[in-house]
């Protein structure tokens, strides 16, 4: 079969099997018009793992048939315009658009008049109108009518008490001024992060953002948002339940304590103490105060502040920790702490976005979701011809940030065996999760 005809097939299969997992789980198949909320929408929706696998494949399949059908010279035009979409829904998040479009006044079917929301907001009319249909464009909202907006499903996720639009908040505030400086911050052969020549700050960006209250918050709520519909999948796809009641959990870094929110939800035998930067006491006691009061109460997930470049006083503990966002000595530095902690029963799990380059293949991979059982642990399918192996968008996103912010990385299962065997330690295994991010398991050597 030709690129496109085994493409072709490739969506149709996937979609298939999408729609008979949708099925068999009681759910209705997906809509984007409808201002409502699919079940799959909740952050702490679980997929089964056939439809997991079933819609990455089936997002990489359309992505690539796009490019296969696009002038590449308009792609490319296209592209260098990336940031007028980031920059539209900065606009729309700093004004909670679509708040307003899914208010029960609104009538759906007609929408609101553009300027009418740009008199709310003062904003001129035509300016703010021709930035919502920008985004209309984008199925984030509806034209109904030449002027006039409604929402649909994208909009629902994009009101409160969702967190993803906290994520998308940190790029209009703080990271596409960072995008900006990216290429001029390759050529200074020493560590100055594309972050710091856009900002003007010279130490890490950590530190920079105890200074700047307006950044904290910013990079704060965006933890949140970026890792709160991750939880469920996370705690589904490592076997939690098998370690021993006595267990303690080290979050190093946990920020808000999302994570160990969810830990102690899940597993009651369990307890969490989250560590992190002492500023960072404030929000995490906020979070738990406002979501888990009894939990909290109990004492079963507490804060420590704690530098991670400060040997670890809590031995004989499990950990977890995420490094991507520090240079590699850094990385080393503070796994050297940890491993100080450790006894050989300890193991430290890297909650990170581990990155599988996206080669193409030279050779024919069938698309075989048979391999992916829905009764046994998750695993992720073999990626079909002709689609690059990895196909992974936000994996490699990420990467781009933490060269971007820090010259950090995501790392592939090499270089995490490398990085881990110079401090002594030694990779278990790479848990995969129905999420972007992966559970690297390590232990010492
Ligand atoms: C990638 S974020 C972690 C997000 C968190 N796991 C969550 O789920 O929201 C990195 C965290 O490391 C913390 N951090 C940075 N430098 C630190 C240090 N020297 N010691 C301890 N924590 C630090 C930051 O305050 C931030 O919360």
New binding site residues.
């Given amino acids: 079969m030709s690129e496109i005809q085994t493409l072709r097939s490739i969506i149709n299969d996937s979609l298939d099997i999408m729609q008979s997992e949708l099925n068999s789980a009681n759910l209705p198949e997906f809509w984007v018009s409808i201002p409502e909320a699919h079940p799959a929408d909740a952050p702490d929706f679980l997929p089964s793992p056939r439809l997991c696998e079933s819609r990455r494949i089936l997002l990489a399949a359309l992505r690539m048939m796009a490019t296969a059908i696009q002038p590449p010279s308009e792609k490319i035009i296209e592209a260098g315009w990336c940031h007028q979409e980031a920059s539209a829904l900065t606009t729309a998040i700093k004004y909670n658009v679509a708040q307003d479009l899914c208010d029960a006044s609104v009538d759906q079917e007609k929408g609101v008049e553009g300027a009418i929301l740009a008199s709310k907001y003062g904003l001129l009319p035509d300016e703010f109108t021709r930035v919502m249909r920008a985004l209309a464009a984008k199925h984030y909202i509806r034209e109904t009518s030449e002027g006039c907006f409604a929402a649909n499903r994208v909009s629902v996720a994009l009101t409160p008490p969702n967190a993803a639009p906290r994520a998308a908040a940190y790029n209009g505030g703080f990271g596409l001024a960072v995008a900006t400086r990216l290429t001029d911050s390759l050529d200074i052969h020493e560590h100055r992060t594309a972050a710091q020549l856009a900002h003007g700050y010279d130490t890490?960006l950590?530190?920079f953002?105890t200074t700047n209250s307006k950044y904290f918050n910013i990079?704060?709520a965006a933890?949140?948002g970026?890792?709160d519909a991750t939880h469920a999948s996370l705690m589904a796809d490592y076997p939690w339940a098998e370690l021993s009641s006595d267990t303690v959990v080290i979050?190093?870094?946990?920020?808000?304590?999302?994570?160990g929110m969810a830990i102690v939800k899940a597993f009651p035998h369990l307890k969490v103490i989250n560590?992190?930067?002492p500023?960072?006491q404030a929000p995490a006691y906020k979070n738990w105060q406002s979501h888990i009061p009894d939990i909290f109460e109990s004492g079963r997930i507490a804060f420590e502040p704690?530098?991670?470049?400060d040997p670890e006083p809590r031995k004989g503990a499990q950990y977890?920790c995420?490094i991507?966002?520090w240079p590699y000595d850094d990385c080393v530095a503070?796994l050297n702490c940890l491993k100080s902690a450790m006894v050989p029963s300890s193991r430290l799990l890297i909650?990170e976005n581990v990155v599988y380059p996206p080669v193409s293949p030279s050779a024919y991979v069938p698309f075989m979701l048979g391999s992916v059982n829905n009764r046994q642990a998750f695993k992720k399918a073999d990626t079909p011809w002709p689609l690059p192996n990895g196909s992974q968008v936000l994996e490699l996103t990420h990467d781009y940030e933490m060269l971007s912010n820090f010259k950090a990385k995501e790392r592939t299962p090499s270089e995490w065996r490398s990085l881990l065997g110079d401090v002594g330690m030694k990779m278990v295994k790479i848990w995969p999760t129905r999420t972007p991010f992966s559970i690297v398991e390590a232990a010492l050597e």
């Fill in positions: 890490d950590f530190t953002l990079f704060t933890m949140t970026t890792y979050d190093i870094g946990g920020g808000e304590g999302g994570l560590q992190d930067r500023e960072v704690h530098n991670f470049f977890l995420i991507h966002d503070i909650i």
